[in-house]
């Protein structure tokens, strides 16, 4: 086998898979000098993005999000609790995001991913509710990775909360609130709220994340390029366009003003179209 | 219209900063650094031989402990230990020993806000006084938004709770550096200017998270001039050290 040589010019003599996997920078520095990726999309465009809402019929909310071939699958189950002291009027919310072995050949059982617990505090940090004495247990299983992992934690998760409606409960004889059953034939109680009413949300938050790569910024990356170029930036935007968080943990490219505003413009974008499509869902669910 | 802090600080104005150098015996490297009240105690043990699974072999690796002030580890201390263990990889000069490991021991002595910079301050300093190679040099810093859009730098703890949102950035330190000098200026902007690390916490409007990127850069100056000074005077009476 030949060493490369200077002219670079060994995609002749070996197969294109073959230089993939021996020469993976120099494959996508080829790409990207074309403004081009493998998969044929352009550098700022995010991969197809589809959101089911309603996947777990027993959960109280649930979404599932699939953003390439990234699948999360999110649910919400709400309990009644009494509120802490310092907030008597707030709620709260318990979120776990777990990566079972289902979704990538490098995580085993009973060790969980390193990403796992990351994910699950910037998805603790970027939402938070607040409704009366309600405890949200909201559960994120990723069901396979393939890169851009907390933008499909978030969509799924907005996505559920957005799917879901708080069940209806009563006060019970010993003055303990119940959860009243559905389609149960006598109701002993009036149930203090008569419908299962959904949950109004604030402002919607959006992410994208983006790969830095000398000059290039790539949206939404698989988890091939994710393992080649290691510099990812995490923008999340609500829907007043308010910044909630920039997460860029380190990592070799440094990110110059001008690029940080490139990825500010880029989520904006994308956060347009997720609008869209969780919009769409939820048309979809209400007219059945 | 002017801020008033608790402590009387201006908004720009950074709480005492102390570090010292090699204060323990056994460790390659070590450093403490404090900011006010917030001690952190970094140390270094390394290159040790071999790399973990899932790390790339061609290259040297950082893996990073952090260890709390009091509680068990959780969620938290393994999104720090992630954050400053990318920090440093992109400080380090990777590929003069490669299929190395380098360990860095964050110990928290206490923690009065803006505890994630002042632990990559000192973790840098540690390193530097291990004599692990860097390309250059890391200062990191918090600036706290408050409601009305002012910004302040350094919060105390009650600060940061109290804020509408803050940031933690980190920016490189480079008057002397390995790299070419061609590499220093990229679209008219200097090295400097660019980040290493952003973490945000609350919502904030994108131009008050720019605003947030200027003052932290003009106090990193002067974080860096003090970096440089305390580490500079040991360098000429230092032993060589075993490992």
Known sequence: MGLPDASGDLSSEMEVDAFRRLFPLRFYERHLAESIRPDGRPLGRARDTTIALGAVTSADGSALAKIGSTTMLAAVKMEVMTPSMESPDEGCIAIDFHMPPICSPIVRPGRPAEAAPVVSKQLSDTISSGKAAWMAYLDIYCLDADGALFDAALLSAVAALFHLQIPAVSLNDDGKIVVSEEDGGKLEKEPVNKEKRKLTLRSIPFSLTCILHKNYILADPTSEEEAIMETLVTVVLDSSSQLISLYKPGGAVLAYTSAVQDCIALTRQRVRELQKILDEANSGMEVD | ?243
């Not at chain 2, 709390?68 to 590929?95: A, D, F, H, N, W």
């Not at chain 2, 300093?125 to 291990?130: C, E, G, R, S, V």
């Not at chain 2, 804020?163 to 790299?179: H, R």
């Not at chain 2, 945000?200 to 106090?219: E, K, N």
Request: charged share 20%; proline share 5%.
């Open chain 2, 1 to 243: 219209m002017e801020i008033d802090r608790v402590d009387g600080r201006t908004a720009n104005q950074l709480r005492p900063l102390a570090c010292s150098r090699n204060i323990l015996n056994r460790a390659h490297g070590s450093a403490s650094w404090s900011q006010g009240d917030t001690k952190v105690l970094a140390a270094v043990y390394g290159p040790k031989a071999g790399v973990k699974k899932n790390e790339n072999p061609e290259k040297a690796c950082v893996e990073v402990i952090w260890k709390p002030k009091t509680g068990q580890i959780g969620k938290l201390e393994r999104e720090y230990e992630m954050i400053v263990k990318r920090t440093l990889q992109s400080i380090c000069i990777l590929t003069i020993n490669p299929n190395t490991t380098t360990s860095v021991i964050v110990q928290v002595v206490n923690d009065d806000g803006s505890l994630l910079p002042c632990a990559i301050n000192a973790a840098c300093a540690a390193l530097i006084d291990a004599g692990i190679p860097l390309k250059h040099l890391a200062v990191a810093i918090c600036c706290c938004l408050a409601d009305s859009g002012y910004v302040i730098l350094d919060p105390t703890k009650l600060e940061e709770q109290k804020m509408k949102a803050f940031a933690y950035l980190v920016f490189p330190n480079l008057i002397l550096s390995v790299l070419p000098e061609g590499s220093l200026k990229v679209v008219g902007e200097p090295m400097e200017h660019a980040i290493i690390t952003s973490v945000t916490q609350g919502a904030m409007s994108v131009d008050d998270y720019l605003h947030c990127l200027d003052r932290g850069r003009a106090a990193t100056a002067k974080m860096s001039a003090f970096l440089r000074k305390t580490l500079q005077p040991q360098i000429s009476s230092d032993s060589s050290k075993a490992g």
